[in-house]
C-alpha cells in the first residue's frame, strides 16, 4: 500500500478542528461514551493535499470536514487557534471553525 500521509520533520501532520458555536464546541465520540473517549475531530494531512503548490494545510482541514461529514458542512468562517505535538510522533494544526 502506498503512504498518503504527509511527514514534516519526522512527524506526520495532521489537522484538528473544533467547530464552536453559542458558546458550545462539537465534539465527538467514538462509540465507547463521551466520559471515556472523547475527540476534537480530526485527520491526517494527505499527500495529494500538496497540489498545486497551494496551502497544503487548509487543503487538508476542508477535505477532512467534507469527508467526517459527507460534505454536509460548508466552513464559512475559520481561525488557526496554533499547532500541537501530539505523543511525539505527530504534529496537528489546529482550527476552529
Do not use: H
Request: hydrophobic content about 40%; charged content about 25%; overall charge neutral.
Amino acid at each position: 500500500m502506498t503512504n498518503t500521509k504527509s511527514y514534516k520533520n519526522g512527524l506526520i501532520e495532521g489537522v484538528v478542528f473544533c467547530f464552536y458555536k453559542d458558546n458550545k464546541v462539537l465534539l465527538e465520540d467514538r462509540g465507547k461514551g463521551f466520559n471515556v473517549e472523547t475527540f476534537f475531530t480530526n485527520g491526517t494531512i494527505e499527500i495529494k493535499d500538496k497540489r498545486n503548490n497551494s496551502d497544503y494545510i487548509t487543503n487538508a482541514l476542508y477535505r477532512e470536514v467534507s469527508e467526517e461529514f459527507s460534505d454536509k458542512i460548508n466552513i464559512l468562517e475559520k481561525a488557526f487557534l496554533g499547532g500541537l505535538l501530539f505523543q511525539k510522533s505527530m504534529f496537528y494544526f489546529m482550527f476552529l471553525l
